[in-house]
């Protein structure tokens, strides 16, 4: 029965991924390009990798989907939308060998890999009580291998300043209405808080199962896209100080604890006995509430006016 | 105090600290902050040069887990010398970029370019293979924001290329960390050496992490991506991407070739290597010849001196001790020469653009005689990157032609004199323009600020000094340490 549903799995996969790159019209391609987000979450759990799975399924299929869906609006409003003439067989017959050539290769080299000489989960699993956690995953993350984390949040700031810098400066004022739909306003009201919790649940649950800062995180970011496109807005409209704030507080949180033991004459990242399940908590906490408004800039820095910087700098003098 | 025990981490601290307080200072402070936090990078910096000269190489573990569980950094002298090249480097751009941005580019930029220095220490110091990977991706991601804020069109384009290109790389080296950490149960550069086994899904894995590496050093055919990227940036911008982002993707690909012994398995590859440097050579070359926009000559030289350092690749043989020494030396002396040289010429570049107002090669002339202070530097930086003696440049392939002649590659010989000539031929040329006469006209040129003509001399100057001082790097890295064991 398993192994039916693995074979299903794979080639739905396959069909939808093809289907998505064939597809003519791109409003499609999308559509089946989230569909394989969420099979692919899918696939994860069949191989016993929830977390992963968890991650799948809201940045893979949920934010990357409403951002390639948001895209498509925006190239159809402005009339940008160009259908790209499909492409000739030549070039079409080279990618095909190409990934060929790239999937026999995987296929080979997974075949014949041999067995590890380092068992690295037994030393996971053995240095877990020291950990301040007790699931493997969250200890790899934010302690055995937290420098990696650190740098991956600041991929995460580093993305959205990107986002902010490249803010098209003569955009066009963000127009988007909020809808005056009753029933949506209900449904909103159901839906906001269980997002909430749901997100708050994450973050807990990360300590001991599945879960953890960037699954709490992105759930926060989608409470915060539908509320955007609802017509309430998070927006840095009074102060963009506030929220570059938000923006790099996970990341500033983490920094900080991470030079703090440093003072007290540990390695840089050591949290001191005892206090490391605390400190942990304290970084998820941050890094929610960041990766969940820097998921949303990443989303709204398309729409917003830029602040003209010379309004800016009178304000400030 | 920590900080005596050991500097290291405030490598990357200080630019991390440093990204988020420009992030979120009020102008007049970002650059007092910056100015403060270079110093104190290049105090650390000093430091830990100090002590690995002292008593060798340095291993920090991150959160005190000993690899394979935790990630150590790790400082011999290799990374030292990338450390000090880059705080160089690093430090004279950021002092031009103050002068030539406007306030309102400075506020994006101090943020992208910390956000850069602290994934260039991080790579430089990474002795893990997916840290490794993290800090490429943060690398990746600076530099294009870098290129993207210059918010032309062209340079919109050419962003997105780059990013297409280099996340492609970055595939490409993530699917072969994955499939060796599933054939060793290690990510650690150490145990991976110790425990290294030579099986298709090593050759498999190396392939990928090779292909994936030479294309983010944009090695010729893979180049397409660079010059439009970094001939179209903003000129400080152009001259940290060429003098050191190109040479992040370079280093890791060294420290594989030499630390796994690929060199030893792969011998067919490293000719490939050699060979794809050679196109390189004379592609970028002919280019650079035949480009009338300034700053894309300097582009197309930088596609023609990655190949000088891949020559390093087929020299460095198993069984022939002596040619390879020479040949690590040559190369990583040719990679410093270039960084210099390579940095002065951009900033030389953008000042000569700042004169005239058009970025065209037609209309240097008379600049000669208006701006002999920036032609002086230009000049300097060609004489290195020609390779002629005195300089960096010249010594550099002094140590190849003597490696190839040594282990009977002689074809490397006539690659290395027929790519020198073609460099003569397009630097001379940008010169030809600056000795036109103009006529009348010639009192409408604007005037860079000094410290801009200043910074790009002392890049062009350093990279003469460097002939004549090549010892010191190369006795730095010369260093005993897990990559000089490995070596041949």
Redesign the interface.
Known sequence: MNEMIDWLLLLGLGAVAITSLMSQSIFRAVVFFILLGLLLSLVWIRLDAPDIALAEAVIGAGITGILLLDTLGQLKKTGKLTTEPSPSRARLGLALLASLTLVGLLIWAVLHQPQPAIALHQQVADALPESGVDHPITAVLLNFRSYDTLLEIGVLVLAVLVGLTLQSKDAPPDSLPGLPNPLLHACLTLLIPAMLLTAAYLLWAGADRPGGAFQAGAMLAAAFILLHLSGTRLSPRRSEFLMKAGLVMGFGVFLAVAVSTLIGGRPFLTYPDGSAGMLILLIELALTLSIGLILLSLFTVAHTPAQLPGKRRQDEQ | ???M?SPM?WL??IP??G??LT??L???WRSAASALGILSQLVAALLLSYQVIQSGPQI??????QA????ALRADGLAMLFILMSALVSSLCALYAQSYLK??KR??FW??FW?LW??LN?IWLAADT??LY??L??LT??A??LV??A?DERS?EASIRYLYAALLGSMGYL?GVA?L??????LALD?LAE?W?W???S???V?LIVGGLLLKTAVFPLHTWLPPAHGGALTPVSALLSALVIKASFYMLLRFWIELDIYRHLPSLSQLLGILGAGAIFWGGWMALRQQHLKWVVAYSTVAQIGYMLLMFPLLTAGQSDASQLAYQGGILMLLAHALAKAGMFLAAGNLMICTGKPDLQALAGMSRYRPLTIFAFGLAGVSLMGLPPSGGFSAKWLLLQSSLLSGQWWWVVVLVLGSLLSAAYIFRVFAYTYRETGEEGDRFARPALSMELTALTLSVASILLGFAAMLPLQLISLPGPLMEALP
Do not use: C
């Not at chain 2, 394979?68 to 990630?71: C, E, H, Q, V, Y």
């Not at chain 2, 950490?181 to 290690?186: I, M, V």
């Open positions: 105090m920590s900080l025990q981490p990357l601290v991390l600290a990204a988020t992030m979120l009020p102008d007049r920090y573990a991150m959160g005190n887990w394979p569980l935790g990630i306030a309102e506020a994006n943020p992208l956000f602290a994934s991080g997916f840290n993290v800090g991706e943060l991601l600076a294009v924001g993207a804020f918010a919109l699917l499939l950490y599933g054939a060793h149960g290690t145990s425990h086994h099986g298709p899904t050759q498999v894995a392939t």
